[in-house]
């Protein structure tokens, strides 16, 4: 047995003397009501219950006159101990209707004993029986009329109980849970003391419930606690704002507006306070920004740009998660989501464009790079924008993340929307401004087209134009060709000085590229041009024969010509020839063709043309084209003195020196398809064999 003053001895009997003192105190309350009068307490029929809550109000009603409070006491534990936690549902019908009676004739001294009472009630709640519920909504109505805003010691539990019952399954209940919640509204809007510190987390969790009734109970909950004095719920708008906007999904056009209400009215305020905390009501805004809602994005993306006017400076931890909203809203169905994302995205660079000290280029930027993989061209545009504008705005810390944007940006000029490359272009040349990474986007720019035969295809003549306007054309052209000069893999390296050439003979962009060209024979820096590109043009026979037809070096393109072989007249060389053909039409050539008019002064021209003719196979368009062509030169004996009169070296242009160049490169070229040929077990690709003429030819 343990020792008289032990912790456990102690401990035991109070335990003893609590179980005494009810047994003896349900004896004495026993003795105090009539036994007729629990028992009808107890009956079936409701008005013998409510007969017998009537007698036991009369008893209390005595006992308070009397200030005998400790058989009020008693009168109360027996009612809870006999009745309401009876598992009998008659006694607790009959117990509430007598707890609800005793308040009442209590009255004004209820409140010393709603300790005891509230419990018992709020407990009923969630009865099993949907009757004893009802009862117990009713009981508490009729006590909380009595003790007004006393009962709000109770408001928590009384709130989390209404939530529930709001939804209940039977009828009557929630039309007493509806009574009952509009007495509470009203009570709490008249005596202003609740917790709200510890009310918010019970709030924020009901938030989370679909039910239609109890979003409705909440909604009115929230605008009656918003309006009471004293209250500030617009501290603790980041904690229920997300529920809120949970219900303008709902299916309900009533909590849809009212919730819609409710959030446009507290951000609103929110604007005027300085007691919310911004950042978290930007994460919100911003989780709801791309919401499958179209409400939601209205609402949040109105408010992102209100909030940014408001709080600017304050918000930029925030800017990147903002951004990444904004980038997205710009591409909306809606309409006016994309309007409202385009200004808001305005009122954001314009707070970027001069940050606060913690203001993060980086994040800004790797926000950017990932809304380039969205589906949207609008986003991918905008996504762009902001990369050029940070590099023009923070070009050094920009450029120290260059490792991190500078892949993703080269896979954009593969992007299906000419907007999108030729803006991503723009942003490739604001960081090849410095020498090393004008090159390594030359070298990179050529690899891509390599691993991407279709890019080169399709779209050089998109890229090189525009990459020679932002980047000079005679600088991009020299750095292409330096490369290409070595390229290991000759048939990519024909291909891509047939695209680089096609887009030189034709491009708008390239004029004054080709202007300068012409005066090869002429002007040193003409000349330094033509030999930079030769060496890389030797890749390609119809690329070497366009560029001396653009330099006026007819002789050497008519020497070129004589190199042919049979082997190499296949088709890809004959489409190229018939291309180079209709080039002769156009406007590129207009001074070739011009010069036509006088045979006497061009006779190498005639060489090289009529030696493209006798490479053409006489039933192509192309052979048809070329030869209508050269029946509209005037009448003319060609001798050979007219031949030799054009020298071999001009301008200190060493054509014979050239011509082995040629030679080797096209040498090379022709080991490497064999190479290939032989390498795959595949055999030579037929050659198509012409007819090959006297290299001089004199007219009448």
């Not at 969790?205 to 679909?210: A, D, F, K, T, W």
């Not at 291309?579 to 406007?587: F, M, Q, R, V, Y």
Request: glycine share 4%; charged share 20%.
């Amino acid at each position: 047995m343990p020792e008289v003053s032990s912790p456990v001895y102690h401990r035991l009997h109070h335990h003893r003397r609590f179980v005494i003192w009810g047994f003896l105190s349900r004896i004495f309350s026993m003795s105090i009501i009539p036994a007729s009068v629990l028992r009808n307490l107890a009956d079936k029929l409701d008005e013998k219950r409510k007969n017998a809550a009537y007698e036991v109000g009369v008893i209390v009603k005595q006992f308070a006159q009397a200030g005998e409070h400790e058989k009020i006491a008693a009168v109360i534990n027996l009612l809870a101990i006999e009745f309401t936690c009876s598992p009998q549902p008659n006694h607790k019908k009959g117990g509430l209707l007598a707890l609800a009676a005793a308040t009442l004739a209590l009255s004004s001294e209820a409140s010393r004993h709603l300790e005891e009472i509230g419990p018992l009630v709020i407990n009923s709640f969630i009865d099993q029986d949907s009757r004893v519920r009802y009862f117990a909504c009713e009981a508490l109505y009729n006590i909380a009329m009595v003790v007004r805003g006393e009962i709000n010691v109770f408001f928590n539990q009384i709130f989390d109980a209404l939530c529930m019952l709001s939804a209940d399954s039977d009828l009557n209940v929630r039309s007493a849970a509806h009574l009952l919640d509009r007495l509470m509204r009203d009570i709490v809007t008249d005596s202003h003391e609740i917790s709200i510190e510890e009310f918010i987390p019970l709030l924020r969790e009901r938030l989370n419930v679909i039910n239609p009734y109890v979003r409705l109970s909440l909604l009115n909950w929230i605008t009656v606690l918003d309006n009471v004095a004293g209250i500030d719920m617009l501290r603790f708008l980041p904690d229920f704002l997300d529920g809120l906007f949970n219900m303008l999904s709902d299916s309900s056009h009533d909590i849809r507006e009212q919730a819609g209400t409710l959030i446009s009215g507290f951000l609103q305020g929110m604007m005027n306070s300085k007691n919310v905390d911004f950042g978290r009501v930007a994460e919100i805004l911003v989780r709801r920004a791309t919401s499958s809602n179209s409400f939601s994005r209205q609402i949040s993306i109105k408010w992102i740009d209100e909030l940014l006017k408001v709080g600017g400076n304050q918000l930029v931890s925030y800017y990147a998660d903002i951004l990444g909203a904004i980038l997205l809203c710009i591409s909306d169905i809606e309409e006016e989501v994309r309007v409202v994302a385009r200004e808001t995205n305005e009122e954001l660079w314009a707070i970027c464009s001069d940050p606060a000290e913690k203001f993060d280029v980086g994040a800004i930027l790797s926000v950017a790079m990932t809304k380039l993989a969205t589906k949207f061209v609008a986003t991918r545009l905008e996504s762009l924008h902001w990369i050029q504008r940070l590099l023009a705005c923070h070009h050094s810390e920009a450029m120290t993340y260059l490792n991190d944007i500078f892949d993703s940006l080269l896979r954009t000029l593969a992007d299906p929307s000419d907007e999108v490359v030729l803006l991503a272009l723009e942003v490739h040349a604001c960081m090849a401004k410095v020498t090393q990474q004008f090159q390594h986007l030359v070298v990179s720019l050529i690899s891509t087209f390599r691993s991407n035969h279709i890019l080169l295809e399709k779209r050089s003549a998109l890229i090189v134009p525009r990459l020679c306007v932002l980047l000079d054309a005679e600088r991009v052209y020299r750095e292409f060709s330096q490369i290409l000069e070595g390229e290991k893999d000759l048939s990519f390296a024909s291909n891509m000085v047939q695209a680089l050439n096609l887009v030189l003979l034709t491009s708008s962009e390239l004029t004054d590229l080709r202007n300068l060209l012409k005066k090869s024979l002429m002007d040193p820096a003409g000349k330094d041009l033509f030999l930079c590109l030769y060496s890389s043009w030797c890749h390609s026979p119809m690329g070497i024969i366009s560029l001396c037809l653009l330099a006026q070096a007819y002789h050497h393109a008519s020497a070129v010509i004589q190199t042919l072989a049979e082997e190499d007249m296949n088709v890809k060389f004959l489409m190229q020839l018939d291309k180079l053909i209709s080039l002769l039409e156009a406007p590129v050539f207009t001074h070739l063709r011009l010069q036509l008019l006088d045979p006497s002064r061009c006779a190498w021209l005639l060489m090289t043309l009529y030696g493209l003719l006798n490479l053409l196979p006489q039933q192509s368009a192309a052979f048809k084209i070329l030869k209508t062509r050269l029946k509209t030169i005037p009448p003319h004996t060609l001798s050979d003195d007219q031949l030799k009169r054009e020298g071999k070296i001009v301008n200190d242009i060493n054509f014979e020196s050239r011509l082995q160049e040629f030679k080797n490169m096209q040498n090379r070229h022709r080991m490497h398809s064999r190479s290939s040929c032989t390498n795959s077990g595949q055999f030579h690709q037929p050659r198509l064999r012409q007819s090959r003429r006297a290299s001089r030819v004199h007219f009448k």
